[in-house]
């Protein structure tokens, strides 16, 4: 009798450190960290392609993640896409004039916004919005100009098929 209720104890121990296990590495893949007492301010950027970016993509800064994609929506007014940025209170000294691009991790990896300082030494506070702006490189775009150029470059032969 008591063998079986250390095997119980142990099954049920196991799967609940399985159901942990699971629960850490959801939080980790969705780019979503437990922050419920962290608090944040918010700035917004427009862009004219936003990309693969997500909501909950990390926000970074010299590779240090300072903030998540709160948002993405449509502003039909301006015609770009809107990003509002959940920036952590500890990081509230970046420079008025930072520029904030759309960068990709890696060949296969997500999209994250990251900033490049400025040398203001006013500070970006809760509201205020991010003029540079850089949108996201689109991989077809680049593939299609580089084959468009060079196709261009093979019609310089003349019609004896020797170049001038």
Known sequence: MRQ?????F??????LLGFAALFFLMTQITSRGLSLSE???HLTASFEN???LKVGAPVSMSGVTVGRIESIQYDAT?????VKLAIRTQFDHIPNDSDAAIY???LLGGQYLG???GGSDVFYKNGDTIQLTQSAIVLEHLISKFLFDKAGQGDSKSSTGKTP
């Open 4 to 8: 079986t209720r250390a095997v119980e």
């Open 10 to 15: 142990s099954t049920g121990l196991f799967v």
């Open 39 to 41: 608090t944040s301010y």
């Open 50 to 52: 936003v990309g693969g």
């Open 78 to 82: 301006i015609y770009k896409a809107v």
């Open 104 to 106: 990709t991790a890696g």
């Open 115 to 117: 900033l490049s300082p």
